[in-house]
């Protein structure tokens, strides 16, 4: 396995599906995520050998919830309710795709935020989103 970059950490906060698709590793700065990564390997692929487009989406969207989790106050739980993406370039076996996500605006039930991958910080793909704050478990 290619050593990961220096700076970044495996993030431990993770759900039984992300386990499935990780490892996730996270960067930090203030006590906050920056930055969420992966390394591409084997199980990533698709039938055409290079990564699937759900994964891609899986990080952007990880990326994107905890970007916007990060930007209230308290700790809220944080759904999905859209998620739009383009897809630039494969991201192939070995590749370290880095997630960045900005949050666009935060509202008190609902936050727009986008992400963009980056692979040698190449842009490979774009996801924007809406995500309603929700009760902690996931409920309304």
């Given at each position: ?118 692979v040698n910080d190449e842009k490979i793909f774009r996801a924007s989103g809406v ?10």
């Amino acid at each position: 396995m290619t050593a990961i970059p220096e700076g970044y950490r495996e993030r431990r906060h993770n759900s039984d599906f992300t386990d499935l698709c990780g490892p996730f590793f996270e960067k930090m700065e203030n006590g906050q995520q920056t930055e969420l990564a992966l390394r591409i390997s084997k199980k990533h692929g698709n039938l055409r050998g290079i990564t699937h487009g759900g994964l891609l989406m899986t990080i952007a969207d990880s990326a994107i919830g905890d970007a916007v989790a990060q930007a209230y106050d308290n700790e809220v739980g944080i759904v999905t309710v859209s998620l739009s993406s383009e897809f630039f370039k494969p991201a192939n076996m070995g590749d370290w795709v880095v997630a960045r996500a900005t949050v666009q605006k935060q509202g008190r039930r609902l936050s727009f935020a986008d992400c963009f991958l980056y692979v040698n910080d190449e842009k490979i793909f774009r996801a924007s989103g809406v995500f309603a704050v929700v009760d902690k478990k996931g409920g309304r």
